[in-house]
């Protein structure tokens, strides 16, 4: 069973930094595209950024340019984000996904597993 567990979210002053973390289980990611979407309050799931497992190439929403950085470790089968200079524009529930091809990896209907979110709060 594959699962997808996010840590890391919370509340931070605008300016701030957070590191988002994504433990992903059952079974081998090789391949897949591994994502953060983010999802504002009445609004549609957004892309963020995007990973592939293998080669580790990173694509990212151009807001979050500069900014944002997404990364893996293999050893720990994890995914992080590490949000700098947080806007308050930033603050949404921020999802981990997974999907098995890296094709189209902007939209969220296309991907297979999903964690449950965690909320980031920035306060200006």
């Known amino acids: 069973q594959v699962q997808l567990v996010e840590s890391g979210g919370g509340l931070v002053q605008a300016g701030g930094s957070l590191r988002l973390s994504c433990a992903a289980s059952?079974?081998?990611?090789?391949?897949?595209?591994m994502s953060w979407f983010r999802q504002h309050p009445g609004k549609e799931r957004e892309f963020v950024a995007a990973?592939?497992?293998?080669?580790?190439?990173?694509y990212y929403e151009d807001s979050v340019k500069g900014r944002f950085t997404i990364s893996r470790d293999n050893a720990k089968n994890t995914v992080y984000l590490q949000m700098n200079s947080l806007k308050p524009e930033d603050a949404a529930v921020y999802y981990c996904?997974?999907?098995?091809?890296?094709?189209?990896?902007?939209?969220?209907?296309?991907?297979?597993?999903w964690g449950q979110g965690t909320q980031v709060t920035v306060s200006s």
């Open positions: 059952g079974r081998t990611f090789s391949g897949y595209a």
């Open positions: 990973i592939w497992w293998s080669v580790g190439s990173t």
């Open positions: 996904a997974a999907k098995n091809t890296i094709a189209a990896f902007t939209i969220p209907r296309l991907y297979n597993y």
